[in-house]
């Protein structure tokens, strides 16, 4: 297949372009932290094999976005809607892994109930995935969940970093546009395929989860976890929010449910102990969605192994989940 | 992928018409819809929630507690328990409120024709039956009989105490008033000091042609539905409504999951037999 073949230098002096005619978030370091950045002036966009810190989750569920503000006097109300991002967005060199997210998690906030803040932000963004063709970092287990990442083909744009340079393919019209500014001749790119991971994990954990609800095992499952929250904040699909009012405007921020107060009520707790909490994190990935979505809300992107404070490996909880078992004596104490 | 609807968490505005206590930590709240057009095209059915807002406070959640044929206004009733109730608290008649809904699905009103209803309430739990109450007496030739067992830690804490006392002289339906066996217990003739579970026994209501419909605190449900379980009664003639946290009420925070199932979208409604089969966190 013919592709779109570009040197490095060929990439930065697109991107110097793009950034200079549209918004262009990629992973850029500062302060030694790689994160999905705004291409302003300076910073080098990273275009070897490394991982972001946050995901480009919160390119669209923003950690903290303003639903509205408000003035509020005695007995008037006016509502005002939050200024528009108008501009179009390039999302450059995020992983398959991330886009499996968005595309998962378009099922959440288009059941029923679109979401116009999430579909806005969908429609205006033109992502171009940099391929995986062997595990990003040690973490990466997107392929051990039989993800192919090798494509994308809910992306705009895939690019393939090859010993010779990098090759480019556009998917959708968007892609083609944003193409457009790297220079470089097309030529007949060779065949990628994903080298397989090392291991592979059974995914279908629905029913068995779900059977083994009540087994004590659940206690063993992830003991250390603290409640922190951080998984959720770094990992691409945990999408729970809150709803707050702050000086004037009404927020929808990330909310996590590992911690205590996430279904806490006055009188009556469902989640009292922390085991049960996990379980509803992995049970929410691994079954609830599944059967609710028909996808599992994870990509196996591994950051949430990067960054747990507790060192606690989510492939060792998937292993684990595999082996649960009815309880002996039953019940929860 | 279009974005074609708009904001989905900007609110209505509504105005509190009328605010009265019902108990030392207890107001419901009557409030009109600001535009006339959204009030006009409003419906609603019993069982159904909102989301109400406190602008500077917060949002939160509490059911739609007048019935559907008590038109041109919600009502809701509040416990004053933290910051956004406390703000609502301190609302007056004149002052403006957020409405998101009407959310959820609703109880099972045509399913309930020419059945016998038996309405079991425990605390601010009335509140939900109470739109579904009022919904019932005000088409009334459409029901067999009609029974309220109501029960509060004590008479104070009881709620709609006008509603009750008309209930009370209503051949409408029957009553039967509770409150705790805690020491010194002081109550009128007419209110019995037991909890629930023993008047059931006492009872034995026949589960042939009838729906139990029940809210309160977890424990009494739980309670409730042992003892009609006990006396024979099929997990499927039990309906209650579930209260779980709730932020967004559209199926999109999580925050009220219990299991595969949202509790915003495919409840708060649910026969006994429907809830049995969720993983018990609620
Ligand atoms: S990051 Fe680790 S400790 Fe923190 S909530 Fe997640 S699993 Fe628990
Ligand atoms: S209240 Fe947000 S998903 Fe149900």
Redesign the interface.
């Known amino acids: 297949m013919k592709m779109q073949k570009l040197s490095e230098d060929d990439i930065r002096a697109g991107l110097d372009k793009l950034s200079r005619e549209t918004v262009v978030y990629a992973p850029m370091e500062q302060e030694g932290r790689l994160d999905f950045r705004k291409m302003e002036k300076g910073g080098e966009v990273e275009l070897g094999a490394r991982k972001t810190i946050m995901s480009a989750k919160k390119l669209f569920l923003p950690q903290a976005e303003e639903?509205?503000s408000?003035k509020?006097g005695?007995?008037?109300?006016e509502?005002i809607?939050p200024p528009k991002d108008e501009e179009p967005l390039v999302l450059f060199a995020c992983r398959p892994c991330e886009m499996r997210a968005l595309e998962i998690m378009?099922k959440?906030?288009?059941?029923?109930?679109?979401?116009?803040?999430w579909?806005?932000r969908?429609?205006r963004a033109t992502i171009i995935v940099f391929a995986c063709l062997e595990p990003l970092t040690e973490t990466c287990f997107c392929n051990s969940l039989g993800i192919d990442s090798s494509r994308s083909d809910g992306a705009d744009a895939i690019i393939y970093t090859t010993a010779e340079g990098f090759f480019a393919r556009a998917h959708s019209e968007k892609g083609k546009k944003a193409l457009k500014v790297f220079v470089g001749k097309d030529e007949e790119a060779p065949e990628f395929t994903t080298r397989d991971f090392p291991e592979k994990f059974n995914t279908d954990l629905q029913e068995k989860m779900?059977e083994n609800?009540?087994s004590p095992t659940w206690k063993e499952i992830a003991p250390a976890c603290i409640g922190c929250g951080i998984c959720t904040f770094v990992c691409p699909t945990c999408?729970?929010?809150?709803?707050?009012?702050e000086g004037?405007r009404?927020v929808?921020l990330w909310?996590y449910?590992t911690g205590a107060d996430?279904?806490?009520?006055?009188?009556?707790q469902?989640?009292p102990t922390q085991y049960?909490r996990y379980r509803?994190k992995v049970?929410?990935k691994y079954?609830?969605?599944p059967?609710?979505f028909g996808e599992i809300l994870c990509t196996g992107c591994g950051r949430c192994i990067d960054q747990c404070p507790q060192n606690i490996d989510f492939r060792e909880v998937l292993k684990k989940c595999n082996r649960l078992a009815p309880a002996e004596t039953g019940g929860?104490e | 992928m279009t974005a074609e609807n708009g904001n989905l968490y900007k609110p209505h505005i509504v105005t509190v018409t009328e605010v009265w206590e019902e108990t030392p930590t207890i107001k419901t709240f009557r409030m009109v819809f600001d535009d006339p057009k959204v009030g006009d095209n409003f419906t609603f059915k019993a069982g159904q929630f909102g989301e109400y807002s406190v602008f500077g406070e917060g949002e939160a959640t509490f059911c739609i507690a007048n019935s559907p044929t008590r038109k041109g206004y919600i009502e809701c009733s509040v416990k004053e328990v933290a910051r956004m109730t406390h703000g609502l608290h301190l609302l007056d008649v004149g002052d403006k409120v957020g409405f998101r809904g009407p959310y959820g699905n609703w109880f099972p009103l045509e399913e309930m024709k020419g059945k016998k209803l038996m309405f079991i309430g425990g605390g601010i739990g009335l509140a939900p039956l109470r739109s579904l109450i009022q919904n019932v007496l005000d088409t009334r030739k459409d029901f067999d009989q009609v029974d309220i067992i109501y029960a509060a830690r004590c008479e104070e804490e009881f709620v709609y105490k006008r509603e009750i006392e008309e209930w009370k002289a209503s051949s409408d339906c029957g009553l039967c008033l509770a409150v705790d066996p805690i020491p010194d217990q002081v109550c009128g003739d007419d209110v019995r000091v037991s909890f629930i579970p023993p008047i059931l026994e006492e009872m034995k209501p026949n589960p042939k042609n009838r729906i139990v419909i029940t809210c309160g605190p977890p424990i009494m449900i739980k309670l409730v539905t042992a003892k009609l379980e006990e006396l024979g009664w099929p997990a499927e003639q039990i309906i209650t409504t579930l209260e779980m946290k709730m932020k967004c009420g559209l199926g999109k925070c999580g925050r009220c999951n219990i299991g595969s199932t949202y509790v915003c979208k495919d409840g708060p409604v649910f026969t006994y037999e429907q809830i049995r089969s969720f993983p018990q966190e609620y």
Request: charged share 30%; aromatic share 18%; proline share 2%.
């Open positions: 639903l509205f408000f509020a005695k007995h008037s109300v509502m809607d378009d959440v906030f288009n059941w029923d109930y679109a979401d116009f803040q579909n806005e969908r429609a779900m609800f009540e999408h729970c929010f809150d709803i707050q009012d004037g009404r929808r909310d449910c996430f279904t806490l009520m006055l009188a009556h469902p989640r049960r509803q049970m929410h079954s609830y969605y059967t609710r929860e």
